[in-house]
């Protein structure tokens, strides 16, 4: 059983930054791997993707704000959120396999606000 464990999530203020890791218990390099995100009374959405050979793909309301990227000699995945806005506000997941993922970590709370 693959395992996914988040961290880095917290409280910003509007337009700080932060920076999501995801530690994955097995080797990443053949992987997809994203990070989703879960609003209150919303259903979960597909933040950003990375695809094993690096393609890159985001959700239009993160564009130009997030990024994701890997390190395969670490087993780790990564989300740079800058210029957070209020509705960045969410439980933030990672996922392997193309989504929605077939294994899931147990979220991270970034909350936005003043």
């Given at each position: 059983?693959?395992?996914?464990?988040?961290?880095g999530?917290?409280?910003?203020q509007?337009?700080?930054?932060?920076?999501?890791?995801?530690?994955?218990?097995?080797?990443?390099?053949?992987?997809?791997?994203?990070?989703?995100?879960?609003?209150?009374?919303?259903?979960?959405e597909?933040?950003?993707?990375?695809?094993?050979?690096?393609?890159?793909?985001?959700?239009?309301s993160?564009?130009g704000?997030?990024t994701?990227?890997?390190?395969?000699?670490?087993?780790?995945?990564?989300?740079?959120?800058?210029?957070?806005?209020?509705?960045?506000?969410?439980?933030?997941?990672c996922?392997?396999?193309?989504?929605?993922?077939?294994?899931?970590?147990?979220?991270?709370?970034?909350?936005?606000?003043?």
């Amino acid at each position: 059983q693959v395992q996914l464990v988040e961290s880095g999530g917290g409280l910003v203020q509007p337009g700080g930054s932060l920076r999501l890791s995801c530690a994955v218990s097995r080797g990443i390099r053949f992987s997809t791997l994203g990070w989703s995100r879960q609003a209150p009374g919303k259903q979960r959405e597909l933040v950003a993707q990375i695809l094993s050979g690096d393609t890159t793909n985001y959700a239009d309301s993160v564009k130009g704000r997030f990024t994701i990227s890997r390190d395969n000699a670490k087993n780790t995945v990564y989300l740079q959120m800058n210029s957070l806005k209020p509705e960045d506000t969410a439980v933030y997941y990672c996922y392997s396999g193309s989504w929605p993922g077939d294994h899931w970590g147990q979220g991270t709370q970034v909350t936005v606000s003043s």
